[in-house]
């Protein structure tokens, strides 16, 4: 049964990081991505990690990928044009080179790490399961004890991001030396149109000058 | 069968597959109940019958309508994107029922002799599997709109998508708050943990702010503006007919009677009495399903009563006042409890 489910979800993590890779429409270039970190999470759920399993759905699937749909389905187009970065036929872009360099510096060190240890576990049954383990309990645990220095580090990296995505968001400065408040809130709208209260001149004409 | 989590011990195979089924059926039977409970009762708000042509009282119009829903044809914009269009409705109804087995509506029961907890699972990681689970559903709303190729289904997916992360954050942070008190996580010792004090009562900070994010999460009113009908037709199943759109009612039901659920067992005491009844086990259900409905009575009333917020007004209200509010109660709730 854990042999089925895990051949399952194996293929479709596999599959989804190829879809990442070789669709040309961005949004489906992020499903893809959700897909894939979806059957990560059921191989986690496999090694009985289950409070990892459901952490990689919460905050990747649930939030990051999120995001990235939001922003994908707002602003992406299937005909957009990538030859900017992989050059044209004529002309090799920098993604062209740099590309499968990255890529073959990552399968060389795959293969090491999988040769130098993954392979001796092929021939045993694995690590025994000891009751409780994957559970938040456990994690907490060797969180504040164990692990307390990288896990702290790590906090400190995320605030240290967070701060710096709200410095690059925010709007560097006010208004417009000649921009008043009012005129951006209300826009320009053709003559006839507008509220009875603006017709009785109670309130003040939304754009005065445009109208007329 | 240590399958999931550390209490299946107990329970062959078969009786976790009769009891998914159970379950299911349950639900699903309750379901069109809640469909004519809650237009009777919305028309009861408003001063006039509700529905009251079809059977008696009107209590089969849901039959009615499902029948009719039923033989409608499955029809799809030309601009839509087929296989999406397809399997939209399905994630949102698949999570929902998933969500369904982590409610638990008794205490471990002998049952011919047979130990048999009466909830789905008892997972170790407790609300974090909803959480994991409505995560997904988001995409069944996303794709649905967005699949369409429509722009009001597309407008309506877009308002879904940065409703449900501005208010996943606070209600899990109200959650937080409960599972301190309680010292676990799983929610049959949660609903155990309350036997002295029910959690509302010492958390009802926490269970305002998980009431008022569960209304925003469900996209029920005032913060149905995924579907406002006036703006958008109907959000992101406008482009839906036929089952399609009743599997997002659905969908929208069960969400709203897992809510109501997790909000009985964090909160409400879950199985437990006041005043020191101790019924027989086979009680413990309906005692649940009673305190849901009181929940979901509180939805219908909620949506009668608040007129729909603005969209600004939902994401000022959502990050400026809630969230503070929620890490607040988790901060306060955790210096009571260690000092």
Known sequence: ?212 | MRAFGLVYFFEPWWVQIVKALVIFGVIFAVLPILIIYERKLLGRFQGRYGPNRVGPYGLLQPMAEIVKFALKEPFRPATAVESLFRIAPMIAIVTAVSALALVPFGNVQKIFGQPVGLYGIDVSIGPLYVFALGGISFYGIMLGGWASGSKYSFLGAMRGAAQLISYEVSQGLALVGVLITAGTLSLTGIVRAQAGMWYFIPQIVGFLIFMTASFAETNRAPFDLVEADAELVGGYFTEYGGTAFVAYLFAEYTNMIVVSGIAVTLFLGGWLLPFGIHPPGWVDPFVVLAKMLIVITLFIWVRATLPRLRYDQLMSFGWKILLPLATLNLLVTAIVVAA
């Open chain 1, 1 to 212: 049964m854990s042999a089925v489910l895990f051949f399952i979800a194996a293929i479709v993590a596999i599959a989804g990081a190829f879809g990442v890779v070789m669709l040309r429409n961005p949004f489906y270039n992020v499903l893809s991505l959700v897909c894939h970190l979806v059957a990560l999470a059921a191989l986690f759920l496999l090694l009985r990690a289950e409070f990892v399993a459901a952490a990689q759905v919460v905050v990747y699937a649930g939030a990051v990928m999120v995001l990235y749909v939001f922003v994908v389905a707002y602003v992406g187009g299937a005909d957009e044009s990538v030859t900017h970065f992989t050059g044209g036929a004529d002309r090799p872009g920098a993604l062209r080179v740099l590309g499968p360099l990255f890529g073959v510096a990552v399968a060389v060190e795959l293969c090491i790490a999988l040769l130098g240890t993954a392979l001796k576990g092929i021939s045993g049954k694995g690590a025994p399961y000891v009751l409780g383990f994957g559970t938040p309990k456990q994690i907490g645990t060797e969180f504040l004890t164990t692990y307390l220095f990288p896990f702290e580090v790590a906090s400190l990296l995320l605030l240290v991001a967070a701060i710096g995505a709200v410095v690059l968001a925010r709007r560097r400065r006010g208004l417009e030396p000649d921009e008043s408040l009012d005129a951006r809130l209300r826009p320009a709208r053709p003559a006839y149109t507008g509220t009875m209260a603006e017709v009785a001149g109670l309130v003040a004409h939304g754009d005065g000058e445009a109208g007329r």
